[in-house]
């Protein structure tokens, strides 16, 4: 086999290109069981005319693939690029417009573009006497094991948590109010932290600014304005190549593109709250362990692999930072699949386990933060005239009629009480602007 191309990184690997390969003649398709680190690569080999490709367990980066005239794979980080090199004509697919409309990304192997697909995260594609296959090789399995103590799983939580965070070798991380990024910038240990200034009361930057001295670690605090935000818009979203509605990514790719400044590699606490039930929506009433199980692994299977994911990618790659993933770790991912529910849900707060462990290096008042959340004044912002004209006036363009294909879709969104649902059609149409137009 002939590694064609590697996106990302692989942890214990020395020589990618090699070992993938021997790897390949070892185990076949089954090799991607012995990978661990944030990647997707793509190989050929010639004598017996295959391809194998494949992503990482939660899909940290993105992979993309079309057929040529011959119907046989194409693969490539970029759809764009991908795009350019068949000589295809760029086409939006009118079904993942309704699908991103609802959901406020596009998810599944879709893409956006007609004749352009997504592997999906923890999978691999294998194409083989004519025929492509794309298989999951991970598939979030819950096997909740009650027979050991919850001394017994701290313990264990906090070695492989210790040795994972350690092993990144990146000594800057993003810091936030919550525990996910504080117990990184400890374990690390971090020279230096970056945190998002909203001046307003319910950002984080206050809290991170108290880890950060807790932690004789410097934080440099880094202040977004509206009209930096809006002047951004389109061009985050080209970046990305596909919309999404989140509201945080055009401030995570702008704070990506300060970071920059100061590190040219960065440990970011992405993924912490999928795998260990840290969200508001695992804590409703009557819920049951079943309940929460699906939860998770639909945030797992799509919210991080089509939508997290990629947009962090989208900054990576225009500015050329790195971004490290400590609790994407193969062995913490195993962990958490084990865990039992009472391990991170308690009555009076969540992510036990990983506060439990903190709680070795940090002191208690920072442990037992109730998360706050990426905040984003994004609502406040569009109630003023300013930006309340400018997505009224682009959504009355016409092109969100034509994307839909109904007549009167426009006006719906305008008029729409919800400010996500506005914001959700003008970073739609945004898009268009920035990649079509």
């Not at 990146?170 to 200034?197: E, H, N, Q, R």
Request: glycine residues 6%; negative net charge; aromatic residues 12%.
């Amino acid at each position: 086999m002939n590694v064609a191309g590697i996106n990302g990184y692989f942890k214990g690997m020395t020589k990618p290109e090699e070992e993938l390969s021997a790897l390949w003649d070892m185990y076949g398709v089954q090799m991607v069981n012995k990978l661990n680190g944030s990647f997707c690569f793509w190989m050929t080999d010639n004598a017996t005319n295959e391809i194998f490709a494949a992503r990482d367990m939660l899909g940290t980066r993105q992979l993309f693939y079309t057929f040529t005239e011959d119907n046989v794979p194409l693969c490539g980080t970029s759809i764009l690029n991908l795009l350019k090199l068949t000589g295809k004509d760029i086409k939006v697919c009118r079904n993942a417009v309704a699908e991103y409309l609802e959901k406020g990304y596009i998810y599944g192997r879709k893409t956006i573009f007609e004749g352009v697909y997504k592997l999906d995260s923890g999978s691999y594609l294998h194409y083989h006497n004519g025929v492509t296959e794309c298989v999951r090789y991970f598939n979030p399995s819950f096997d909740r094991d009650s027979s050991i103590s919850q001394t017994q799983w701290e313990n264990e939580f906090y070695n492989i948590t210790n040795a994972a965070i350690k092993a990144e070798k990146c000594k800057t991380c993003f810091l936030s109010s919550g525990i996910d990024s504080a117990y990184i910038a400890a374990t690390l240990p971090a020279d230096k932290t970056i945190t998002a200034v909203f001046n307003n009361p319910d950002d984080e930057s206050e809290k991170a600014k108290q880890t950060a001295d807790y932690l004789s670690v410097p934080n440099i605090q880094i202040p977004f304005s509206a009209d930096e935000f809006f002047s951004a818009v389109k061009e985050s979203q080209i970046s990305r190549e596909q919309p999404t509605a989140d509201p945080s990514f055009t401030f995570t790719y702008l704070l990506l593109k300060e970071a920059a400044k100061y590190c040219d590699a960065i440990c970011s606490g992405e993924s912490a709250d999928e795998m260990l039930v840290g969200y508001r929506r695992y804590e409703v009433k009557g819920l049951t362990t079943e309940d929460i199980i699906k939860l998770q692994c639909t945030d797992i299977k799509e919210l991080l692999g089509d939508d997290f994911f990629p947009s962090l990618e989208a900054g990576m790659r225009a500015f050329g930072i790195e971004v490290y993933y400590p609790y994407a770790d193969r062995a913490i991912v195993e962990l958490c699949m084990r865990l039992p529910i009472g391990c991170n849900v308690s009555d009076v707060s969540n992510k036990m386990v990983l506060r439990n462990a903190a709680s070795r290096v940090l002191p208690q008042d920072i442990v037992s933060r109730k998360k706050i959340g990426f905040y984003s004044p994004l609502k406040h912002w569009m109630e003023q005239p300013e930006w309340s004209e400018l997505i009224n006036s682009t959504l009355n363009d016409g092109t969100l009629d034509m994307l839909t294909g109904k007549k009167g879709v426009a006006r719906d969104y305008i008029s729409s009480k919800f400010w996500r649902e506005r914001w959700k059609a003008f970073a739609l149409v945004m898009w268009y602007h920035g990649i079509i137009l």
